[in-house]
Nanobody, 127 residues
Framework: QLQLVESGGGLVQPGGSLRLSCAAS????????VSWFRQAPGKEREGVSC????????AYADSVRGRFTISRDNAKNLVVLQMNMLQPTDTAIYYC??????WGTGRCFFSWPWNYWGQGTQVTVSS
């Protein structure tokens, strides 16, 4: 059973940066793609970014493309979401999730049935 733990959230002013980390118990136990989702109060959960198991494929929501960067280090069982130029609309609880698609693919999709989830980390962007 893969376990995921997020960290790095906090309070930041508009225009600032945060680095979220998703630490996994063991990525080597399977070909896990990893995603970041977020959920703001009163809104539905939305996909933010995802990365394939080998790190070669990534995807971003339109709202964060060009400001956020996802990366991973499988040797360290770590996925990082670097968030720059943060805006108040980025305020949400951020969750990382993992899924093994079962076939080789160079892409990842928010619509996959992500079945491993972390507990979330709060990001608040406010002056």
């Amino acid at each position: 059973q893969l376990q995921l733990v997020e960290s790095g959230g906090g309070l930041v002013q508009p225009g600032g940066s945060l680095r979220l980390s998703c630490a996994a118990s063991d990525f080597t136990s399977g070909d896990y793609a990893v995603s970041w989702f977020r959920q703001a109060p009163g809104k539905e959960r939305e996909g933010v970014s995802c990365i394939t198991s080998n790190g070669r494929g990534t995807a971003y929501a339109d709202s964060v493309r060009g400001r956020f960067t996802i990366s991973r280090d499988n040797a360290k069982n770590l996925v990082v979401l670097q968030m720059n130029m943060l805006q108040p609309t980025d305020t949400a609880i951020y969750y990382c999730a993992a899924y093994t698609p079962g076939w080789g693919t160079g892409r990842c999709f928010f619509s996959w049935p992500w079945n491993y989830w972390g507990q979330g980390t709060q990001v608040t962007v406010s002056s």
